[in-house]
């Protein structure tokens, strides 16, 4: 599968954005899908994930009840709702297809977007 994300931008911090994903090929509904990020330096980290039914989903407490994760199986589109954002969510944000908390058990990659929260 491909994956391309977008979405991402400069935005004031208590701010919202929300991040797509699209991804090609027939069967996403099939897919448990996540997102992560990562700055420079440091190892990517585990934002959020989502069941390919959408019915079940995971968050980190550094993001949970800010974040939304979400999909539209019928538009092959993943979504990751921002809001209250702090600076400390500056990063490049990717979608990926996988399961859990774990980069390594996630196969497919986007190409990521930048979210920048300053004032």
């Known amino acids: 599968v491909q994956l391309q994300a977008s979405g991402g931008g400069l935005v004031q911090p208590g701010g919202s954005l929300r991040l797509s994903c699209a991804a090609s090929g027939r069967t996403f509904s099939a897919y448990d899908m996540g997102w992560f990020r990562q700055v420079p330096g440091k190892e990517r980290e585990f934002v959020a994930s989502i069941t390919g039914s959408g019915y079940r989903t995971d968050y980190p407490d550094s993001v949970k009840g800010r974040f939304t994760i979400s999909r539209d199986n019928a538009k092959n589109t993943l979504y990751l709702q921002m809001n209250s954002l702090k600076p400390e969510d500056t990063a490049v944000y990717y979608c990926?297809?996988?399961?859990?908390?774990?980069?390594?058990?996630?196969?497919?990659w986007g190409q990521g977007t930048q979210v920048t929260v300053s004032s």
């Open positions: 990926a297809r996988g399961y859990g908390r774990l980069s390594s058990r996630y196969d497919s």
